[in-house]
DNA sequence: CGGTCCATTGACATCTTTCAAGGCTTGTGG
DNA sequence: CCACAAGCCTTGAAAGATGTCAATGGACCG
């Protein structure tokens, strides 16, 4: 790690016009002169306290997995943040284990989080980002704790398919495409489910038609609207989807 | 309603000694004179949009209950508010039915989210408050997502008993005894049991003897050391309840 | 005193996990 | 380029846990 974490007093006013990545992210791009940036590659783990001090991470491409695990249980996974979601050291629970992974291959900006905290006493773009980063975390924290608590089997997973596909994928001829960077254990867990169990679904919705073959590592979903039938939260996930949209678009236009 | 909210121009500067109430909640007092005080009762259902503008709530006494129900579904619990917590109604997620409901008589401030965030703009306390109960919230939301995603329903019971117990309990003779303004089918939804399982599990920890018989609306846990040792979430539980009282302690004593 | 709501408990059904075997994919070394 | 090993995924059968339904009992209220 040659460049280390900026300090205090680097921290200043910037303006600029907006850059590429604040259109598609929504992440100010004041921030930008600020971040220590980490390239990632699959199941690399991030130190959740950087020089012991509260950190804060952006993730600019790829997934990070923030995972918990207390004794004698196994891992669940808290958290997937996409592109423009902000984590915090402090949002991992004490004495659980808390890890940070990347699932894939990306880009992570890191910054200590008292630097971040001056930028946004300066810059009220920043601000704002970091409040609706953060709310928007927690309801979705909220969904998924619905998804954990009430939701069967085949509910969790055709759930967690709208969720990638509303974030990650691209169409092509007819299909909704996107990376899958997760092994079967990862969704697993995420899901509150087990392995097997899981397979046994993809298999379901397999023969069903709602997706295609696996190609490892790459999913194709075939008719996202049944999919969304099966899902009690896809109403939700694509109100937060569309109001993320919006809200990039209003922030790029200003 | 008589007093309505607050506007913009009432926000100003205040220094003053730290009033009683921040001694114990942590929540500082220059908000006070910024908020509409609400008393609640047992089963009241608070409006989460006020206005439709974006508010915050900040629990003072009681606790409140944060609850998400999809079509189709039966309701989840995602979040219990207790004294000193705070709650945006962007914390709710979207279409997603939720409300925001008191489980027992207590007292609720309410302020609107540019107020106080207007506030912590000139109050570096207040803004400190607001990060922390935030982190704070994202982390106890993570612990909540471990325990539906993997205890089994005798850990998840005993979870939440360590959790009260931490956050509510008055010792009396050996027992630890607190308040339960909730329903057996509350618990039920937070802990995403059916009160029938749940009715089950009591039953058996009052003949193991972890808890006394109950009396309605109160519960006597007796041996919250074997209660503890039963759930694998009861170190970071112990850890946040610490944490809060030093940092409470800290904050009163500046 | 009777009604209503909530909690408890048993019997049973269902869903999910566990365990084990086998197949497929991927990477490595000849 | 092929053979082989390792790991992950799939799938069946059986076991276990949890949910469902229904009956009963107790507390609180009018």
Redesign the pocket.
Known sequence: MTSGAKTDEQVQFKTEPPCSACKTLGVPCAIEGHVTSVRTRRGQMLALQHDRVDTAFIVRAGVLILQATFPGR?RQIVGLYFPGDLLRSSFAPPCAEATLVAAGSGEVWRIRADALEALAAVEPVVRRYLDEAVASRIARQAIHAVMLGQ??????VATLLVELALRTATRSSGYAVFEMP???????DY??????????????F??AGLIGQ????RMAVRDLAALAARSPAAQSLIEISVARRQDVALRAAV
Do not use: H, V
């Open positions: 196994t939701f069967d089997c085949e509910q969790k997760f092994s079967r254990k990862d969704i697993a899901l509150g489910l087990n392995p097997d169990t899981l397979s046994r679904i993809m298999s379901r397999k023969s696996s190609e490892r590592s």
